[in-house]
């Protein structure tokens, strides 16, 4: 069946990196647009950035433009996000979600179960 | 930017009652070939689940007691004869005008 694994998360001090992993099976990986979405304690959902499915394409949120850095290898169905210069507000579950096959116009219809990050203050 | 508005923030219903949740954006998510609007259940320590796109189009295996309807800025979320699964958090999210991709701040729906 269609799904995502987020992996990576974990407690990083402030200014600090840290890289997320989140990896897809049941479908062509490289046949869609992929999100990370994320998630602070008690809070809603935060789109975060998106790529599009032949890398052509990224954007990001203006929170974490600059910070954060979204990548992928179609080769190993494996979606990235680098964070650099961890503040304590970027902590969060961060949600890896897939998006329209081919389209960068679209919802995001499958998410993986999350990975934490927590940046103490 | 649009802003997606969720009301009301926490909506206490009975079980076997109906639902109603609204979403408004702060600009038309409309457009002559869709409703760009989605809504999303999450449950505490999962992930959100897609239950309609489209702003009336549920997913497939979701039960026809979730009905969506609206466009232009105003949407609703219909959950008629709830069941205990169904008490949860619900976000819209706009895919009209993007970047950003936008959520409302969503409507938990507890027991009465």
């Known amino acids: 069946q269609v799904q995502l694994v987020e992996s990576g998360g974990g407690v990083v001090q402030p200014e600090r990196s840290l890289r997320l992993s989140c990896a897809g099976s049941?479908?062509?990986?490289?046949?869609?647009?992929m999100h990370w979405v994320r998630q602070a304690p008690g809070k809603g959902l935060e789109w975060v950035a998106f790529?599009?499915?032949?890398?052509?394409?990224?954007n990001y949120a203006d929170s974490v433009r600059g910070r954060f850095t979204i990548s992928r290898d179609n080769s190993k169905s494996t979606l990235f996000l680098q964070l650099d210069r961890l503040r304590a507000d970027d902590t969060a579950t961060y949600f890896c979600?897939?998006?329209?096959?081919?389209?960068?116009?679209?919802?995001?219809?499958?998410w993986g179960k999350g990975t934490t990050v927590t940046v103490p203050s | 930017e649009v802003v997606m508005t969720q009301s009301p923030a926490t909506l206490s219903v009975s079980p076997g009652e109906t639902a109603t949740l609204s979403c408004r954006a702060s600009q038309s998510v409309s457009w002559s070939l869709g409703r760009n609007l989605a809504w999303y259940q999450q449950k505490p320590g999962q992930a959100p689940r897609l239950l309609i796109y489209g702003a009336s189009t549920r997913v497939t295996g979701i039960p026809a007691r979730f009905s969506g309807s609206g466009s232009g800025t105003e949407f609703t979320l219909t959950i008629t004869s709830l069941q205990s699964e169904d008490f949860a958090v619900y976000y819209c999210l706009q895919y009209n005008n993007w970047p950003p991709w936008t959520f409302g701040q969503g409507t938990k729906v507890e027991i009465k």
């Open positions: 790529i599009s499915y032949d890398v052509s394409n990224t």
């Open positions: 049941g479908f062509t990986f490289s046949d869609y647009v």
């Open positions: 979600a897939r998006g329209p096959y081919r389209d960068m116009f679209g919802y995001m219809d499958v």
